[in-house]
């Protein structure tokens, strides 16, 4: 197996994009949490489109998870997550331990407005994205790259990003991805290894049911009905619906018809133990 440069320290990193800055070349992050699939392999793919060096974060980040979650066990396959990486040809994997990314005595979170709150995945897990949002700006300035990409797997996620770094003047673009899905349309995650063989068959649902949605939507149903009968759908079928919501594909605010502007459909439903999310445009 060809090798990959594993960098433990931010100095380690900054040395290496600083080489690559100096010699012409254009540097790429893609931060991820591990557990790779196909997905965060497509990201890797897509960052190689813009520049010819490619960093791999890998990360999990215990500031993004409550008390209550998945930090513990969350799924960790780093020799296997490299083996993937080397084989698309990614040059370098960060992967710090916690002390590097949070020292005794940090303090400090990055307060969001705007897309971190709507209404959706933060008003179930209402600190996750101000952890999201702290990590990636650490990224981002440790990384020095000039780009990162992000799949649009986690919407919500994506416009919080691209707004913080906007707004805060990191000097990174964000490059969004469309979502790697299994043939069944289930949505690649980490989490789905998580799934029982029961709840598998269960889990493309949801794409279906967003899928009719948009349709009945572009056909100008009544939007609100047509939300409502998904949710129950989603109900009927043994899940546990956070939400799932019509919304303005740029702000995320609500919307009540086409009329509004582009929409998304964005869900979140528990199945068993395991936290399913999934969107697509009307
Ligand atoms: P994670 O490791 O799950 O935190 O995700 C790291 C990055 O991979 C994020 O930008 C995600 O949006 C992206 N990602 C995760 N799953 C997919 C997928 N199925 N398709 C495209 N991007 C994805």
Redesign the pocket.
């Known amino acids: 197996m060809s090798q990959i440069a594993i960098f433990e320290t931010v100095a380690a990193m900054r040395a290496a994009v600083a080489g690559w800055h100096a010699a012409g070349d254009k540097v790429g992050l893609?931060?991820?949490?591990?557990?790779?699939?196909e997905?965060?392999v497509?990201?890797v793919r897509e960052a190689q489109r813009h520049a010819r060096r490619v960093i791999v974060s890998i990360f999990v980040n215990p500031t993004q998870f409550a008390p209550h979650e998945d930090f513990k066990k969350y799924p960790r396959t780093f020799d296997d997550d490299c083996a993937q990486l080397v084989a698309a040809g990614a040059d370098a994997v960060f992967f710090p331990p916690v002390e590097e990314m949070y020292p005794a005595g940090f303090a400090t979170r990055v307060l969001l407005l705007g897309p971190a709150a709507v209404g959706l995945d933060d008003r179930f897990r209402p600190t996750h994205f101000e952890g999201v949002a702290t990590v990636c700006c650490k990224l981002f300035t440790q990384s020095q790259a000039d780009f990162a990409?992000?799949?649009?797997?986690?919407y919500q996620?994506?416009k919080v990003v691209t707004r913080m770094a906007a707004d805060l003047d990191l000097g990174i673009e964000i490059v969004p991805?469309?979502?790697?899905?299994e043939p069944d349309g289930l949505?690649?995650?980490?989490r789905n290894r998580y799934l029982s063989a029961e709840h598998r068959a269960l889990a493309p649902l949801l794409h279906q049911v967003l899928q009719a949605l948009a349709a009945r939507i572009r056909n100008q149903d009544p939007l609100f009905q047509a939300v409502s009968e998904a949710q129950t759908e989603i109900i009927s079928a043994g899940f546990e619906l956070d939400y799932l919501e019509a919304r303005h594909a740029q702000t995320l605010a609500p919307v009540t018809s086409l009329a509004d502007g582009p929409i998304r459909l964005l869900v979140a439903a528990r199945i068993g133990a395991t936290r399913l999310i999934d969107n697509i445009a009307v």
């Open positions: 893609v931060p991820t949490m591990g557990a790779l699939h997905g965060h497509a990201l990409v992000f799949g649009e797997k986690d996620q994506l991805l469309a979502t790697f899905r949505a690649m995650s980490s």
